[in-house]
């Protein structure tokens, strides 16, 4: 019995070992083979997403389609497997599969899975691997994360965005129907007059319409505005406020000589903390 224990014991020593060793290379970025193995997949991601749109030429979806697909094919087995392998190795499962990250690289296999008329969502679906590209990259889901907090605010000025195009929208339609065929019509044109980007589809004709467009304009500018304050603020909090306080541990600027928030100063703590910068970092 003893024996037979210890026997299993060790086996199950050697198999959280295997996992460890495991969540090290798909998942720790801070160790050598951690950094190889996810350049190599963001290697192959990237070649996968270049090959996808060569697909779309028709002189070389003529010439190598057949080639594209199976490596296609072969692409999509690597990434399967790598998904299982990360369920496997993840200290939390339920954590990873239910993810940001964990629901792309699900996203990313279910091309897989489909086939026949369903080519034009498994185009779709392709477009998962520029988002794995993407969040490889630790700047970006550092900017992801800086703007968690405003997401409320973000999408309070997003809601008001859209609720004022469709309420222009249909006012527009109303004073000139000859021109906007219908709401839809007059909402797109809303928001694009908003965003003062100005396709020029869509053109109003009377005095009426034309104050409105110049109004819509004035509360675009000003409305997007706030969009883009809410997003420098975030980020430039990410960029500058890079350091902690020893002393109270809140997030200061690395040119601060003083804690705004305890005043303790930072030239102090670095020199009598054996000049370790990373204390006050």
Known sequence: MGLNGGGFS??????????????????????????VTNFLMLGVIITAVFLSMLSTVPSIQSGWGDFIDRVEFWVLILFTVEYGCRIYAAHNRWQYIKSFNGIVDLITILPLLLTGDSIVLVRLLRLARVIRVAVSFPVVRALFLSLKGSIKLLMGV??????????????????????FANAFEGTWWSLVTMSTVGY?????????????????????????????????????????YMKLCAGCRHSISPDYKYCPHCALAQK?????????NDVCI
């Open 158 to 179: 997003l809601g008001t965005i859209f609720l004022i195009s469709v309420l222009v929208g249909n006012a527009i339609f109303i004073l000139e129907p000859q021109t």
């Open 10 to 35: 060790d086996k199950r020593k050697s198999t959280s070992q295997f996992r460890e060793k495991l969540n090290n290379f798909l998942f720790n970025t801070e160790t050598l083979q951690g950094r």
């Open 268 to 276: 102090f703590c670095s020199q009598n903390l054996g000049e370790n």
């Open 200 to 240: 020029g589809d869509f053109v109003p004709k009377s005095v009426l319409g034309k104050s409105l467009a110049a109004t819509l304009i004035m509360a675009g500018i000003c409305m997007f505005a706030m969009v883009t304050a809410v997003i420098s603020v975030k980020v430039g909090r990410m960029v500058n």
